[in-house]
């Protein structure tokens, strides 16, 4: 064969359009990403055998990695062409370090090549200039993805074992998150404070109106609070009104503001936030394609430069071409006299990068329009205008100030306005106001009329103006990524995966573009905080990324750092083994009771037990997380989810105990409306102090009975359900009629997963708008009929074949929204997936995943090994036990317990080894299997 040059890069999309550039001497491979990576379970990094690290090739990558190797057999040098930033290197390094294994290296020559921009003219003079793998930046990978696993794999099942509910922690996640909880906490105890504003309209003598407010008034500026109410401002108001008015000063100041740098990854994913509305995953993803290269003419073109990037710094070149499309397009008035040049305001910018912008700036983007979607487009063009308005000239603005005040200076207003005497840079582009950081004392962009000195002005209309604090909002995309990188976090090429996982664990949800903390992300970070607070302070966090970038500038021993952390960060570990659970709830409850537990304003106490009325409210912990339970259990049964009760909740009582609507006539048993762990229902009897009683332990040959209960649906509103509608609730499932073609009655109910028609063995889901109390026959019988075309249809889309086994893997869309299925394994999309573009190798990744977690059948021989393991085990998993056991269970778990069998308790028709009785918790603290599920509403099917 031949001898060639093998080129290995990351992605097929970057190989092909490389592959064109070199021609038939060289083959272009892709790696497909990183070619492999720590495992994830214990032991893959040893820090007692001096960090040594064990790496797993995935059954992906093995093909790829098989198909390089056959291609470097025959080859005379390989050139590692990956990205040119600190994972790039490490992929080169990883590839380099497989073909070594497999002493393919020999008499092959390897060398490590980078290029900012994929095209023709940089790949060639990058192949030209080859280098060896960088060393430091390979460490400071190591030593980065060292301290994630340590943190991910060491704190993550202290969680699991003091937190139940939940997920992971992360060494940058974790920061992200308390961010965001801290913020949410300044918002709650945010109390709004009132102030006013006076406004006064003037006219000039020639009859133009101008707009002043209130600066000083009897000698005394007014600060913000001065006039803090309505009775101020009147007073305010009447001093004014007798007096006459005169231009005291006019100012004008001019004002030169500076273009913006190109962009950085950080700032183009702000940016694409605010302007485009695109997250910051979304811009990346896009980014991506737009430098990998898009199909123009039958030629793959990479339209922008490499997207991780810290430097705000241009090439030559680039600079030029800037300046001649400048000139071209807006004339020489534009162009400033001297190229624009930019430093990187970031301690430890990304080696040597460029920043981010297009390959060519002789491509517009009217230009480039009908080959890129609307996404593509819109941020193509952003990139393309923030580079061109990069070198030009600044935009000139005339401030303008003009005093007015009465004859004596008892009163003085000011106008301001702002006219542009030349626009500059902002010709092409205007950066979006960041509105994370409230903002005052801007000058009004209002163009002022012209007066003079000593002119009288003509009072006329005196507007007061309340207002009142604002809280600050709530971090954006944008907003959070700001304010990472103030605080030197993390790194900028990192932060959209931060804030995928965030919301994937479900810490934290998007509404209206904000994160919002849910309650888990909250516990999380009280805990963390609590117990682990060094690990999530901003300052130690930002200085251990000052260390990573030390070990990359060859300034520190990787392993220096990792022994300096590991050390401290596993004794605080050690620490939290004898921690409690009425140490942790404690703590969490210390934390965490201002929010659960808003001040009420009638001056109330809201932990007041609202059933048993001598109780305090606190959180509990239970197997599934944690819940909200009185103090006096097992007396007094009451919980409640982990959520703040809603203002309607408060007031209607409901959720904080039942709300009587009436007698049911046919039984006289009372009638209530309440909330539980899954939602508010409606009750048929007991009466509400009966039910407090502590109750018998329901098994064989028990007479308790569980009173009826229905669910309300979603577009019920508790506070407003009376006694006819409880009463017809109650009264579910009810007959609709008989169907026209089979005759057999439909029916409609509430079921597990709200309300539902049924016809035979026939299901059917209620839209929001129709109404389980009021449908009628002819409505049904077309949704059923809906129903039965789409269960007739293909239930799903082809993805591919597996390439484990060759079986089809299906996109579907269910009950909780679109999945993956390949045989009997099924794996929900994440929520930030797209289905329309959803991949057969994304699809294969997230069942690997899914089965990884337990969520697939494992091999019969994986199967019986660990059933053996599981014997074994059961006695002295019996004998550590935690939980507790009712009912027939507990008998069997002391048999076990005394012979050493196998004890088994049944759980939803699956046997699992049962577990000893625990220790009885003191009074008044909250068991651990003590869960909302326990006590679970049973709905009507």
Sequence with gaps: MTESNVVIVESPAKAKTINKYLGSDFTVLASYGHVRDLPAKDGSVLPEQDFAMSWELGERSKKHIDDIARAVRGAKRVFLATDPDREGEAIAWHVKELLRDRKLLGKVEVQ??????????????????????????????????????????????????????????????????????????????????????????????????????LTQLDGRRLEKFTLGDQGAAEAAVARLKPLSYAVKAVEHRQVRRNPYAPFTTSTLQQEASRKLGLGATRTMRIAQKLYEG???????????????????????????????????????????????????AA??????????????????????????????????ELVWKRTLASQMESALLDQVAVDIASPGGEAVLRATGTVVLFDGFLKVYAEERDDSVEEEGDEGSA????????????RREITPEQHFTQ???????????????????????????????????????????????????????????????????????????????DISGGRIDWKTVLNEFWKAFSAAVEDTKDLTITQVIDALDADLGPHFFPERGDGTNPRTCPVCGNGRLGLRL???????????????????????????????????????????????????????????YVQLGPAPGAEEEPKPKRGKGSTAEKPKRVSLTKAMNPAEIDLETALKLLALPRDVGPHPETGEMISAGIGRFGPYLKHGSVYKSLPA?????????????????????????????????????????????????????????????????????????????????????????????????????????????????????????????????????????????????????????????????????????????
């Design 112 to 213: 490590r090549v980078t290029f900012n921009e994929i095209t023709k003219s940089a790949v060639l003079e990058a192949m030209a200039n080859p280098r060896e793998v960088n060393q430091e930046l390979v460490e400071a990978y190591l030593a980065r993805r060292a301290l994630d696993y340590l943190v991910g794999f060491t704190l993550s099942p202290v969680l699991w074992r003091k937190l139940p509910g939940s997920r992971s922690a992360g060494r940058v996640q974790s920061v992200a998150l308390r961010l965001i909880c801290e913020r949410e906490g300044e918002i709650e105890v945010f109390r709004p404070q009132e102030y006013w504003s006076i406004e006064v309209t003037f006219q000039t003598p020639d009859g133009q109106p101008i707009r002043a407010r």
């Design 294 to 344: 898009v199909d123009i003419g039958g030629e793959t073109v990479g339209l922008i430069t490499y997207m991780r990037t810290d430097g705000v710094q241009l090439s030559a070149e680039a600079i030029d071409q800037a300046r001649r499309v400048v000139g071209e397009t807006y004339g020489e008035r534009y162009l400033p006299a001297q190229p624009r040049v930019y430093k990187s």
């Design 347 to 380: 301690k430890n910018a990304q080696e040597a990068h460029e920043a981010i912008r297009p390959t060519d700036l002789g491509r517009a983007p009217d230009q480039v329009a009908k080959y890129l979607d609307r996404d593509e487009l819109r941020l193509y």
């Design 447 to 458: 163009r002022l009329p012209a007066v003079a000195e000593g002119e009288r002005m003509d």
């Design 471 to 549: 809280p600050p909002p709530r971090y954006t995309e944008a907003s959070l990524v700001k304010r990472l990188e103030e605080l030197g976090i993390g790194r900028p090429s990192t932060y959209a995966s931060i804030m995928q996982v965030l919301q994937d664990r479900e810490y934290v949800r998007l509404d209206k573009r904000r994160f919002v903390p849910e309650d888990r992300g909250r516990i999380v970070t009280a805990f963390l905080s609590s117990f682990f607070e060094r690990y999530v302070e901003y300052g130690f966090t930002a200085a251990l990324e000052e260390q990573l970038d």
């Design 622 to 680: 239970g197997r599934t997380g944690a819940f909200i339970g009185c103090s006096n259990y097992p007396e007094c049964r009451y919980t409640r989810p982990l959520a703040v009760p809603s203002a309607e909740d408060a007031q209607e009582g409901v959720g904080d105990g039942p709300r009587i609507l009436g007698e049911d006539p046919a039984t006289g048993l009372p009638v209530s409306v309440r909330r539980g762990p899954y939602g508010a």
């Design 769 to 941: 708008d129709d109404d389980v109390l009021e449908i009628g026959l002819n409505r049904a019988v077309v949704l059923l009929g809906e129903a039965a075309k789409r269960a007739a249809a293909v239930p799903g889309r082809a993805l591919g074949d597996h390439p484990a086994d060759g079986k089809p893997v299906m996109l579907h869309s269910g009950r909780f929204g679109p999945y993956v299925k390949h045989g009997s394994l099924m794996a929900s999309l994440p929520r930030s997936a797209e289905p329309e573009s959803f991949t057969l190798e994304a699809a294969v990744e997230l069942l690997a995943a899914k089965a990884a977690k337990g969520g697939g059948k494992a091999p019969a021989r994986g199967r019986a090994k660990k059933a053996a393991e599981t014997a074994d085990a059961a006695p002295a998993k019996a004998a550590k036990a935690e939980g507790k056991v009712t009912g027939k269970a507990a008998p069997k778990a002391a048999a076990a317990k005394a012979t050493g069998a196998k004890a088994v308790t049944k759980t939803s028709g699956t046997k699992t080894p049962a577990k000893a009785t625990a220790k009885k918790a003191p009074a008044g603290k909250a068991e651990t299997d003590e869960t909302p599920a326990r006590r679970k509403v049973a709905s009507a099917e």
